[in-house]
């Protein structure tokens, strides 16, 4: 069936890059997404990119996508602090939408 | 344009009580979903429904029923709670696939 993994947990310091990983098992996924929960809310859609295209740039977020390898990941250019949340990676194909467990990350000063 | 409304926002129910949680979207969207979030284990489906009158069984299905009332409204209604229903529960919509939003949650204990 589907299966979407990430790592749990990624600390990194402010002014720094981080790197979100994603691996997914369904070769048939259409749209793969990341989203951002804070805590206590919702989650917010930030991007997401079609399986055709290998990347995707907005502002600070870069996402690239190795089909092949059926991996996601999203890229936080200059990390503040306000990006600290749990970013969820998730993949569809048709109607269902599968997540991740969720990435972690704590930005420190 | 509200997106996504859940109602209720928190509840506490004892063991075998029986409730129903709302959602509506005004996104027009087709496909609706439920999700639970429990810690360590991400999102995981619970039921979805692609389109008025229909409804598919996700990862997690037991306990629980749906209702895709009209386009706009999806209930899930737990019969008999059970502890291990305690969870955060997000309702979603989207369109042909690309996730529209998310609810803001509705916060549930079991005791």
């Known amino acids: 069936g589907e299966d979407v993994e990430q790592s749990l947990f990624l600390s990194v310091r402010e002014g720094d890059s981080s790197v979100i990983n994603c691996t997914y098992t369904?070769?048939?996924?259409?749209?793969l997404y990341w989203y951002k929960q804070e805590p206590g809310a919702g989650l917010q859609l930030l991007t997401y990119?079609?399986?055709?295209?290998d990347m995707k740039q907005d502002q600070r977020l870069t996402v690239l996508l190795n089909k092949k390898d059926k991996h996601l990941s999203l890229r936080i250019a200059d990390t503040q602090t306000g990006d600290s949340a749990i970013y969820f990676c998730?993949?569809?194909?048709?109607?269902?939408?599968?997540f991740g467990t969720g990435t972690r990350l704590q930005v420190f000063p | 344009n509200a997106g996504v409304t859940q109602t209720p926002k928190f509840q506490v129910l004892k063991t075998g009580q029986s409730m129903t949680l709302q959602c509506a979207q005004d996104m027009n969207h087709n496909s609706m979903y439920w999700y639970r979030q429990d810690p360590g284990m991400g999102l995981r489906l619970i039921y979805y429904?692609?389109?008025?009158?229909?409804?598919d069984k996700g990862e997690v299905p037991n306990g629980y029923n749906v209702s895709r009332l009209n386009k706009r409204e999806f209930s899930l209604r737990l019969e008999s709670a059970a502890p291990s229903q305690t969870s955060v529960y997000f309702c979603?919509?989207?369109?042909?696939?690309?996730?529209?939003?998310f609810g803001p949650g509705t916060r549930l204990t079991v005791t």
């Open positions: 998730a993949e569809s194909n048709g109607d269902k939408l599968i």
């Open positions: 990119i079609f399986s055709n295209m």
């Open positions: 979603a919509s989207s369109e042909l696939g690309r996730l529209g939003s």
């Open positions: 429904s692609a389109s008025e009158g229909t409804t």
């Open positions: 369904d070769s048939s996924s259409t749209y």
